[in-house]
């Protein structure tokens, strides 16, 4: 039977060196390499500040979650991520990507294009507190990927994102299937995988989301109640 990417072993590197700090990052982000001569985003555990909605010492598992529903759904929009050994101890490792320095994206999130609907939709399902347009990368090649999700999975309501520009809108039959078939999962081989690293409500909570999208199959509108934007949105 063909393994599953979500069930596939982990990628298991160690970051052996670091050639620098994001300085603008809220947290430790390192621009490292592994001992396989991989470029990566290391995010140390331990470089993660205190914060009082989120427990910072989960971030990283966050961050590798993302990974691995992105995985499911069958998006490939989230570079590899996994938990490393490093320098400054155990992170979250990210395969860098090389944005292309012409390829801003604000164009596309202004006009809700299409191509930015599996980033969106992601982003529901995580809860993802944290979407801004820095988050969202074009390289070389014009291919879209997401980073920075270790504001994701809390149990509260929580979505704060640029993507407002699909509200309302009936969401895509082909991504309504592969919500489907990630809610298998993320039910079965998936939940012992999932409490373990963060907990069984944030579990309930995300199936809960993907059920709530699969019933109602439109983008959901920005609330009234709380602020939907992050700040900065860039």
């Known amino acids: 039977m063909e393994t599953s990417a979500i069930t596939a072993p982990d990628w298991q590197p160690e970051v052996v060196t670091v050639e620098g ?56 929009s989230v570079p590899e991520t996994t938990m490393a050994e490093g320098p400054f101890g155990p992170g979250a490792v990210q395969r860098h990507v090389d944005a292309a320095a012409d390829q801003e994206v604000i164009d596309l999130i202004n006009g809700g294009d299409d191509i930015l609907w599996p980033i969106a939709v992601l982003d529901l399902v995580l809860n993802n507190a944290d979407r801004k347009a820095g988050h969202i990368l074009r390289d070389e090649e014009s291919r879209l990927w997401a980073i920075d999700h270790g504001l994701t999975f809390h149990v509260e309501e929580k979505l704060r994102t640029v993507l407002w520009g699909f509200a309302g809108r009936p969401i895509p039959n082909d991504i309504l299937a592969r919500l489907g078939k990630a809610r298998e999962e993320l039910a079965g081989p998936l939940a012992d995988r999932f409490v373990a690293d963060l907990s069984v409500d944030e579990l309930a909570a995300l199936l809960h989301r993907v059920d709530a999208l699969l019933e109602a199959r439109r983008h959901p509108v920005p609330p009234e109640d709380r602020h939907s934007i992050p700040w900065p949105p860039y």
């Open 21 to 76: 700090r994001y300085v603008e990052a809220s947290n430790a982000t390192l621009l490292g390499e592994t001992d396989d001569g991989v470029r990566v985003i290391y995010k140390p555990v331990d470089g993660a500040r205190p914060l009082w909605d989120f427990d910072a010492r989960t971030l990283a598992y966050r961050e590798i979650w993302a990974y691995r529903i992105d995985q499911a759904l069958g998006f490939a």
